[in-house]
């Protein structure tokens, strides 16, 4: 019985260090298809998405104490503690069963990230950073329909500030670390999961050369970039 217990309890106290999870940041301003090249990754990879707003949606949904809280926060236009965020992470990590995960939209500024790795101890293997210019993301977002109330064009300007000012200092440090891939993500979508799966498929991988000719090359540039990036 004791046996049983101490292992509840070993469980219960287990840590995401413990995990030793492989961990993706996944960075990029809003309309620069993040959310597209996560499903693909998750699909063929193996990978868990998680999206840190997602979480914080579903904990206020659930109509919890922590919910409530968050919910209030959000509504006095405060900023939910970075913590609070990632207890959510953590959690959802721990109980997914896997050790493979991509973080969307998270962190969002340098005091998330110095959070992230002082509470859970880890460090991301790398940032995956989807470059757009503004006016390709404003284009996407304005055409696309999803009903979402913050797709107008005075919000869409305003998010793309909070995205320069609060999370290119997160891009700007994992790159002093070398830890940055870096997608061209203004071209269509098969051309960029092209450049992801290079990063992500084992090294040793063939490439299909049945494929169409630009194809191929995406394929073939970006091991080459990958290369690069790792003499220097």
């Keep these: 019985m004791g046996t049983v217990v101490n292992a509840a309890n070993k469980e219960a106290n287990r840590s995401l260090a413990d995990l030793n999870p492989t961990v993706v940041f996944v960075l990029g301003g809003p309309g620069s298809g993040k959310g597209t090249q996560c499903a693909n990754i998750v699909q063929h990879f193996g990978f868990t998405h ?23 926060m959000i509504k006095e236009g405060k900023i939910v503690p970075s913590e609070v965020t990632i207890k959510l992470l953590q959690k959802a990590m721990l109980e997914s069963g896997n050790d493979k995960f991509l973080i969307d939209g998270f962190p969002r500024n340098e005091e998330n990230r110095s959070a992230f790795e002082a509470v859970t101890k880890v460090e991301p293997s790398f940032v995956l950073f989807f470059d757009c210019s503004e006016e390709e993301m404003e284009r996407r977002l304005l055409s696309r329909n999803q009903g979402r109330e913050d797709d107008n064009i005075e919000t869409i300007r305003k998010r793309f500030k909070v995205f320069l000012e609060s999370s290119l200092p997160v891009i700007e440090y994992y790159n002093s670390k070398g830890k940055v891939r870096k997608i061209d993500a203004g071209r269509p979508v098969e051309e960029v999961y092209e450049s992801v799966k290079a990063i992500f498929a084992p090294k040793d991988e063939k490439i299909d050369a049945g494929r169409p000719v630009e194809e191929v090359f995406e394929s073939v540039k970006a091991n080459f970039a990958l290369e690069n990036e790792k003499a220097d």
């Design 50 to 72: 998680l999206s840190a707003g997602d979480l914080l949606r579903a904990e206020i949904k659930s109509g919890s104490e922590n919910g409530t809280m968050i919910s209030n």
